[in-house]
T-cell receptor, first 110, second 112 residues
Framework: DTAVSQTPKYLVTQMGNDKSIKCEQN?????MYWYKQDSKKFLKIMFS???????INETVPNRFSPKSPDKAHLNLHINSLELGDSAVYFC?????????FGPGTRLTVL | QQQVKQSPQSLIVQKGGISIINCAYE??????FPWYQQFPGKGPALLIA?????SEKKEGRFTISFNKSAKQFSLHIMDSQPGDSATYFC???????????FGQGTILTVHP
């Protein structure tokens, strides 16, 4: 199946821990993104990478660090997790026809 | 600063009716206006998109109307079906592959 995939789907962790979310797309797109959807369903872009190069960084705390080992993968590492980081994180990729989103990772920080 | 304002927050429509969701934007530099549909527990899915060189785009039961001078655009869902019940987001962007700014979302419920 051609798609944007994310792992894990659910992530429950304690405050202060470090966690990673992985994203892969097999659509051949050059540009990938991370979005955060809060409890009110508001979607906001966090980062964008084009061909492994960071092009958008939207005032996200330094505790969030994206890494793109190749243009098909964009991972998100979060240090020192806080309660306010609880949200659904979506990876997306895009080309001329639009942006295509993964299924999301629901992060719960206890 | 809200770059795109979406209304209503929620909408209830009877099966077969027309659902209308509106968005207004501020920055005239935007030139890509997609709508996304999101079902519970799923990622947003691209539904339909328009560029400002046309005033209307139709795909099946879904139509975008675009008013460049008023900086407004709307989604019309004709013959609404219970399966259309979802959250709908309007977006603005510079290109289809650039940064998208999302509206607040509209929860649509279509009663059978």
């Amino acid at each position: 199946d051609t798609a944007v995939s994310q792992t894990p789907k659910y992530l429950v962790t304690q405050m202060g821990n470090d966690k990673s979310i992985k994203c892969e797309q097999n659509l051949g797109h050059d540009t990938m993104y991370w979005y955060k959807q809060d409890s009110k369903k508001f979607l906001k872009i966090m980062f964008s990478y084009n061909n492994k190069e960071l092009i958008i960084n939207e005032t996200v705390p330094n505790r969030f660090s994206p890494k793109s080992p190749d243009k098909a993968h964009l991972n998100l590492h979060i240090n020192s997790l806080e309660l306010g980081d609880s949200a659904v994180y979506f990876c997306a990729s895009s080309h001329l026809l639009g942006q295509f989103f993964g299924p999301g990772t629901r992060l719960t920080v206890l | 600063q809200q770059q795109v304002k979406q209304s209503p927050q929620s909408l209830i429509v009877q099966k077969g009716g027309i659902s209308i969701i509106n968005c207004a934007y501020e920055n005239t530099a935007f030139d890509y206006f997609p709508w996304y549909q999101q079902f519970p527990g799923k990622g947003p899915a691209l539904l339909i998109a328009i560029r400002p060189d046309v005033s209307e785009k139709k795909e099946g039961r879904f139509t975008i109307s675009f008013n460049k001078s008023a900086k407004q655009f709307s989604l019309h869902i004709m013959d609404s079906q219970p399966g259309d019940s979802a959250t709908y987001f309007c977006c603005v962007g510079g290109t289809s592959y650039g940064k998208l700014t999302f509206g607040q979302g509209t929860i649509l419920t279509v009663h059978p």
